[in-house]
Structures are given as structure tokens and as C-alpha cells.
């Protein structure tokens, strides 16, 4: 089967640097992609990653290890408004079509 | 426009209702999904159409009747619901109907059956 681990709470204050850890199981991989949720929102793209490495985009990094099967979403200079969800997600190793999701890191960020 | 847009935003029906819910996107986008999420937890997938095609259901009760009269629009037609069918009902689509394709959400259907 297919499974992803993602700690559920972290919390972290203005200014700082969190670090949102996944890890996953699958027999085929295509990819980790991670979302963000507020609280009542829509889930919102963040990131893919395919190959192993750094992505940066803004303020948001996503980095991927295939051999270690583990990824994780770096946040910097935190802001009130990064208190949400946040899913990694890899597509489904029989049928493409579909995600699994990780059940979520509630990021609660403090002044 | 990157929008998908759902109506209602929020719906309270009981259990002998007939609903629907409804999803709009002009992006052109060919894949089209319906999701369930109960509070603190992921999206769970519903359906999915390609190219205005059903190409997975997932299992869901057949008091769940999905749609999709053209490539921008997507339906999700409720009858006999139970109360634990409460929950945000989420639309969304991408570019392709592949899981590592951005998808794009709505911000859902609040749905409260009484």
C-alpha cells in the first residue's frame, strides 16, 4: 500500500524558519506535491517535486530524497498569515489519476 | 481567470432533500474532481472526469450522482443523504487528468444534512 507521515502540530513564531517533514511509502513514485490549507479555504498548490533536490519559490522551498523516501516544505521569514494546513501528497502508485494525501501539519505560527 | 467556482457556498438540507452542487472553471482544464473533507482531516477523492468522461469513482454511495454537462462545468447531484454526510464538499481541477498536475480548488460547498 501507499502511506505518507507528516507531524501533525508545529509551531513556530514570526520572523523564523519552520522546517514541515514527509515521509512516504509507495511502490512506484511520481512525484511529492504539498498543499496549503487555511482554516474554511480551499486547498492551494504549493510545490512538485520529481527529482531529488531544492526547489525554491519565494519564501517557500520544497526538497525531495528519493532514496530516503522523504521530503519537506521549508518555510522562511514566517508570517501570521502561514498559519494553516499544510498535505504532501503523491500520486497514486496503480492509477495516476488520483493523490494521497498525508493527513496534514496544522503550522500554528506566533508573534 | 484561475478561478473554479462552487455554489452554493453553504447548504443545509435534510435527509428527503434533492440538492445539487455546482462547479464552474475556464481554464480549459480536461480533468474535473469532486473531493469530501471532514474537519482536521485531507480531501478525499470522490470522482474524477476526464475529458468530460467519468474515469473514477471511488467507491462513493450512489446517493452521490456526479455530472458533467461540458468541459467547464461539473455537477454533483445529492439525494436521501445522511447526517454523516456532513461535510466540505470540494471541486477542483488541472490541466490533465494526472495527480502530479497542479490542481486548482474551489473553496467548497459547506454541507450540513439534518
Known amino acids: 500500500g501507499q502511506s505518507l507521515e507528516q507531524p501533525s502540530e508545529v509551531t513556530a513564531v514570526e520572523g523564523a524558519i519552520v522546517q514541515m517533514n514527509c515521509t512516504y511509502q509507495?511502490?512506484?513514485?511520481?512525484?511529492l506535491s504539498w498543499y496549503q490549507q487555511h482554516d474554511g479555504g480551499a486547498p492551494t498548490f504549493l510545490s512538485y517535486?520529481?527529482l531529488d533536490g531544492l526547489e525554491e519559490t519565494g519564501r517557500f522551498s520544497s526538497f525531495l530524497s528519493r532514496s530516503d523516501s522523504y521530503g519537506y516544505l521549508l518555510l522562511q521569514e514566517l508570517q501570521m498569515k502561514d498559519s494553516a494546513s499544510y498535505f504532501c501528497a503523491v500520486p497514486n502508485a496503480g492509477n495516476n489519476r488520483k493523490l494521497i494525501w498525508g493527513l496534514g501539519t496544522s503550522l500554528a505560527v506566533n508573534p | 481567470d484561475t478561478e473554479v467556482t462552487q455554489t452554493p457556498k453553504h447548504l443545509v438540507m435534510g435527509m428527503t432533500n434533492k440538492k445539487s452542487l455546482k462547479c464552474e472553471q475556464h481554464m480549459g482544464h480536461r480533468a474535473m474532481y469532486w473531493y469530501k473533507q471532514k474537519a482536521k482531516k485531507p480531501p478525499e477523492l470522490m470522482f474524477v472526469y476526464s475529458y468530460e468522461k467519468l474515469s473514477i469513482n471511488e467507491s462513493v454511495p450512489s446517493r452521490f450522482s456526479p455530472e458533467c454537462p461540458n468541459s467547464s462545468l461539473l455537477n454533483l447531484h445529492l439525494h436521501a443523504l445522511q447526517p454523516e454526510d456532513s461535510a466540505l464538499y470540494l471541486c477542483?481541477?488541472?490541466?490533465?487528468?494526472?495527480?502530479?498536475?497542479?490542481?486548482?480548488f474551489g473553496q467548497g460547498t459547506r454541507l450540513t444534512v439534518v
Open positions: 517535486n520529481a
Open positions: 509507495t511502490s512506484g513514485f511520481y512525484g
Open positions: 477542483a481541477s488541472s490541466q490533465e487528468d494526472r495527480a502530479n498536475t497542479e490542481a486548482f
